[in-house]
């Protein structure tokens, strides 16, 4: 076949990995293949391994897209690999390795670098990786949005979207769309317009954290937090990422590690000021409270609006104080 039979995609952003798919049907001239979502989190089932080797009646031809690849286990890779083997000339195959990035280096599972498909696809060049949006491929993204919809702003204005905008391509692009809304017919990006960006994945979660643990406004607080987002599915995971983080620095803050925490040292003084008032065990529970909030949405057994009123009631809960010691 003149197109590839499968490609890896190695990105922890879901968004990103949708639009590099979309990218890769059209250059491919396979847009209008039937899309098969698989997800490796579960048991692959018969139809999975079908959709792989089977042609189907009519001759249709289908995009396979396996989710979260990374998890398959050892004994999965085998057979996969030798499923690879005798794919079927109508069946596109994309497999997702969506671990997070820990190094500069994709997370490869090493049972897969083992395989016969990963050593071919390598060699093939059937292997598309990205980190996710950072501080520098955030640019491209933006250059993007504004070549496809002709907005045209200065290098100021455009530096400051940069770090406006949250690291998380589906929320970045929820508001990029606000903007292009806002630009009108003149189609130019002015630094007024980037106010309508309510949160940013860099939003300080130590402040949130501060205010919260020392009886601020809690009402106030929130607000700042979550408004206008009503796309929450994308940004309760926003926000349980962001504050997992600031509660790992804590910990370790507060167990001595401040080495391995890369902060100024003033900030650092601030920081363990507030893991000493909160304690291990409020620290700790942030951990439960992320964790819950994140398995009701990936189980299906809480929808995102659920999970994010849950997550929020928890928090007050959590960072509240004695009404005595509430700031006046």
Same mark, same amino acid.
């Given at each position: 076949m003149s197109r590839p039979g499968y490609i890896f995609l190695t990105?922890?952003? $879901?968004?990103?990995?949708h639009g590099r798919i979309a990218e890769i049907l059209d250059s491919n001239n396979a847009s209008d293949f039937e899309k098969k979502v698989y997800w490796a989190d579960d048991e692959l089932p018969s139809t999975f391994w079908d959709d792989l080797t089977l042609q189907t009646l009519f001759g249709s031809s289908k995009a396979i897209i396996l989710r979260r690849a990374h998890t398959? *286990? #050892? $004994?999965?890779? *085998? #057979?996969?690999d030798k499923a690879l083997s005798a794919l079927s000339d109508s069946s596109f195959l994309f497999l997702c390795l969506e671990g997070a990035w820990t190094k500069k280096s994709a997370p490869i599972p090493a049972v897969l670098k083992k395989q016969k498909c990963w050593k071919y696809a390598e060699k093939q060049n059937w292997v598309w990786q990205s980190a996710g949006l950072d501080e520098k491929s955030i640019t491209g993204f933006i250059n993007q949005w504004s070549a496809r919809t002709s907005i045209l702003m200065d290098n100021s204005v455009k530096q400051a979207l940069t770090k406006a905008l949250p690291k998380d391509a589906r929320a970045a692009k929820l508001e990029l769309d606000k903007l292009e809304? $806002?630009?009108g017919p003149e189609k130019k990006l002015l630094m007024g317009h980037l106010d309508m960006i309510a949160f940013?994945?860099?939003?300080?979660? =130590?402040?949130f954290m501060n205010s919260m643990s020392q009886g601020g406004d809690t009402i106030e607080i929130w607000r700042r937090v979550l408004t206008n987002h009503m796309e929450k599915d994308s940004m309760? =995971?926003?926000? %349980? $990422?962001?504050? %997992?983080?600031e509660a790992r620095n804590l910990w370790m803050m507060l167990h001595g590690e401040e080495s391995s925490v890369g902060l100024p040292p003033f900030v650092k003084k601030q920081k363990k000021a507030l893991a000493q008032r909160l304690g291990p065990a409020r620290i700790a529970k942030i951990f439960d409270i992320v964790l819950e909030a994140e398995i009701g949405i990936k189980t299906g057994s809480r929808r995102p609006e659920q999970a994010l009123e849950l997550f929020v009631a928890a928090l007050t809960s959590l960072f509240a104080v004695?009404?005595?010691?509430?700031?006046r």
């Open positions: 990105c922890p952003d $879901a968004e990103l990995l398959l *286990k #050892v $004994a999965t890779w *085998k #057979v996969l809304l $806002a630009t940013s994945e860099d939003m300080n979660f =130590f402040e309760i =995971f926003m926000l %349980t $990422a962001s504050l %997992t983080r004695p009404q005595s010691n509430r700031r």
